[in-house]
């Protein structure tokens, strides 16, 4: 074979042999006009902030001197009050304990109803409450500090009377009239001593449900379809109800340590009450029997009162 025809040869060989070599690189390298698509991370939905149990719920009523009289029978007393410039009451606070408030408001020229006003929960953390919500797509009003000293905003719920539900959350912050009359106004006669559910009478408790679970973060309790427990750790629960037969009132219960103290309680201040048990059935099919004392306000709210767990 002549040199030519050999380097000929060889040449071919070598730009077959490089070919080869690249071909088999392709199957490493992607091509650059073809990337390798991503998979973006999965991420669980943001649970809502915990909510550290139920601040307080207000109502409106005939007289406010009246009331605190009542609830004085009950063994709480008022812990401080807001007052107009005519020096007429215009908010009482009634303490049941160092977290929990029932607030009484008058009647006024413009407000003329009696009843339920709204549901307050505190939070641990309010700003990162008030922006989960804004992430639902729900609009809450901006955090501000209110009168009390106390961080607060509130939302709009759905329909509850003739209006939408006005939602509360507060935030005790140091220095607050709230914060500054910890452990003091606890007298030993109180009925009970945790606010533990509150009644809320919708118009559609169905929707009110959904909304309650799905937007706020609430959780179902399988004893009681009606019972929905607050985000977080606590044992606090709403309870969302028709309007009828409830209507404008507030119904709340009370957990009572000692239900024949609280009884003795009522019958040394002539506290018309009526005391009964009921059998209740829990998700896991065993039944307990609840012993149950119930009260009732000058206006005809309701105040239960249960042995504590």
Known sequence: MSLNRITHTRSALTRIALLAFATSLSAFVPAQTSPAPTVKPTTAPAAVPPIKGIAHIAIRVKDIAASLAFYHKLGFDQAFANTGKDGVVSQSFIKLNDRQFIELYPLTDRDTQVGFLHLCFEGADLIAI???????????????????????????????????QNIE?????????????????????????????????????????TFYL????????????????????????????????????????LESTNLDKAAAQLTRQQVEFQRASATNTDADGKSHTIDMISVTDPDGNIIRLQSAH
């Open 130 to 164: 008030h922006d989960y919500y804004v992430a639902e797509s729900l609009t809450p009003i901006s955090v501000r500090t209110a009168g009390a000293g106390n961080l607060l905003f509130t939302m709009k719920g759905l329909q509850q009377f003739a209006e939408p």
């Open 214 to 253: 799905n937007k706020l973060g609430f959780t179902p309790d399988p004893a009681n379809p009606a019972r929905l427990s607050l985000p977080g750790t606590t044992s606090e629960q709403v309870e969302i109800v028709p309007i009828d037969p409830l209507g404008r009132r507030s119904s709340i219960i």
């Open 169 to 209: 959350y507060t935030q005790y912050m140091p220095g607050s009239k709230h914060s500054n009359d910890f452990g003091q106004h606890l007298s030993p006669d109180r009925v009970g001593d945790k606010m533990t559910v509150v009644a809320l009478a919708m118009q559609d408790p169905a929707a009110a449900r």
